[in-house]
């Protein structure tokens, strides 16, 4: 009788601990499965065609104030887009930066980013400069502006963009070629301002005015006009800022088009989150602490750019090249006409 009782007792504890090590490897299981979602919160993985050099200063900053670890690929737009849309929903990626508006428009419209809808990103950077959806938001600006030589030209003779296919600019205007995005998105641009037929007669006049073949970057072109080639072209102002730096007695200035009517063509480098981010929340706080007052010195002063919050001033070294009027028109404009853009140089005979 005894040995009886000893055995049901055996038997009911058995099934406790057996019942007992069940929750214990369930709750040890469930813990498991928590553990990489806690990890990967503070994790950030960004794809960006701006520069290592330029970008790792911020990475480092935001890193050390919020203890996010970030890893990045850095590579031109094209190919970071293509790797982008290729992977889908198995991308690692949180966050795209890239330079041109046209670029981040094209991300956007093939669906590789998402909208976000942010206070502070809407207060820190002006509606003209971001997607009116949200999915993508200018972090620095830069002007695609004139530049002349200070040896030949004088500031009185220049006025617009469309003046420089006047007959006085024959055989002086350089340009860079129009396979570049920079131009496309300045000929898209106009095209929203002026419509199409207008815009082409201007390009015609631009290239009928061309003292030589367009060049593949904007560096050659303002080394060109040093050496006598042309007098004026049309560059990226951080390309001069560049210039500038290693040179200080340059005889280049730079000339503020259009004052009296859309102003300056202006241009971003910007980002936006991935449609398929692991880590949403923290590639938006990233934005916007990037739009911040904290960091867009750090983000625009390292390619002498502008910074996109109007809180901000800019470096001195870009302050001294003068204020002027930028165009205003919704940078969306820059990849909507792109495709437009492109077929009216190709039929202008710009190359």
């Known amino acids: 009788m005894l040995i009886t009782v000893i055995n049901i007792n055996f038997k009911k504890e058995r099934l406790f601990m057996s019942k007992l090590l069940d929750k214990f490897m369930l709750a040890l299981l469930v813990f498991s499965m928590l553990l990489p979602a806690v990890a990967f919160a503070d994790e950030l993985v960004i794809y960006s065609a701006r520069k290592e050099h330029l970008i790792q200063p911020l990475i480092d900053a935001y890193s050390a104030e919020t203890g996010t670890e970030i890893s990045f690929i850095t590579d031109k737009a094209g190919p970071l887009l293509q790797r982008l849309k290729a992977e889908g929903k198995n991308t690692h990626a949180d966050l795209l930066i890239t330079v041109d508006a046209g670029n981040l428009w094209h991300a956007a419209s093939e669906g590789m980013l998402q909208p976000v809808s942010s206070a502070i990103l809407e207060r820190n950077i002006p509606i003209h400069l971001r997607d009116p959806a949200g999915h993508w938001f200018g972090l620095s600006e830069r002007a695609r502006t004139i530049v002349y030589s200070t040896e030949r030209v004088k500031p009185a003779e220049l006025s617009s963009y469309e003046a420089l296919?006047?007959?006085s600019w024959r055989h002086r205007l350089l340009l860079r070629t129009s396979k570049k995005v920079y131009n496309q998105s300045l000929i898209a641009m106009l095209i929203a301002e002026h419509g199409q037929a207008q815009t082409e007669q201007v390009v015609r006049s631009w290239v009928g005015n061309l003292a030589t073949s367009p060049?593949?970057?904007?560096?050659?072109?303002m080394e060109a006009i040093l050496a006598g080639q042309g007098d004026v072209g049309i560059v990226n102002t951080y390309y001069f800022g560049r210039l500038q730096k290693k040179n200080p007695e340059l005889k280049l200035a730079l000339f503020w088009p259009n004052q009296?009517?859309?102003?300056?063509?202006?241009?971003v480098s910007g980002a936006g989150v991935t449609r398929h981010a692991k880590n949403r929340s923290g590639a938006i706080r990233f934005l916007e602490w990037l739009s911040s007052e904290k960091a867009q010195n750090l983000f625009a002063d390292a390619n002498m750019e502008y910074p996109v919050n109007p809180q901000v001033k800019a470096h001195p070294a870009v302050a001294a090249w003068g204020s002027f009027k930028p165009s205003t028109q919704n940078l969306a404009d820059a990849g909507r006409l792109q495709s437009d853009a492109i077929m009216l140089m190709d039929r202008a005979g710009y190359r």
């Open 165 to 167: 296919g006047d007959k």
């Open 260 to 267: 009296q009517t859309g102003g300056v063509h202006i241009n």
């Open 215 to 221: 060049f593949s970057n904007d560096t050659k072109l």
